[in-house]
């Protein structure tokens, strides 16, 4: 199983960017899909999640500028950024839990993180 996150970059205060992860490989059922991020010096923490049925739960600094959203078709989770500040340049890490066949235990997987710098 992989987790391939993608769609960070630099972007000046007030922008917007648009996080992708797809999960590949041997897959029975994804269950919680979410984004964390770790800024330097700090530790990491979750931004955004999303069930499999589509409730999402938010940080409260990014309540209202971000979105997290997800096509289980394609087990890909998306984050959407708007309004960026500055104290969002952190490295970005999507996470899944998953099991990987029917019997299988549910099991948290990590992408290998996505940096989004955001200057003022």
């Known amino acids: 199983v992989q987790l391939q996150a993608s769609g960070g970059g630099s972007v000046q205060a007030g922008g917007s960017l648009r996080l992708s992860c797809v999960v590949s490989g041997r897959i029975f059922s994804v269950n919680d899909m979410g984004w964390y991020r770790q800024a330097p010096g700090r530790e990491r923490e979750p931004v955004a999640s999303?069930?499999?049925?589509?409730?999402?739960n938010y940080q409260d600094s990014v309540k209202g500028r971000f979105t997290i959203s997800r096509d289980n078709a394609k087990n890909t989770v998306y984050l959407q950024m708007n309004s960026l500040w500055p104290e969002d340049t952190a490295v970005y890490y999507c996470s899944a839990n998953l099991r990987r066949h029917r019997f299988a235990a549910s099991v948290d997987y990590w992408g290998q993180g996505t940096l989004v710098t955001v200057s003022s």
């Open positions: 999303i069930t499999s049925g589509g409730t999402t």
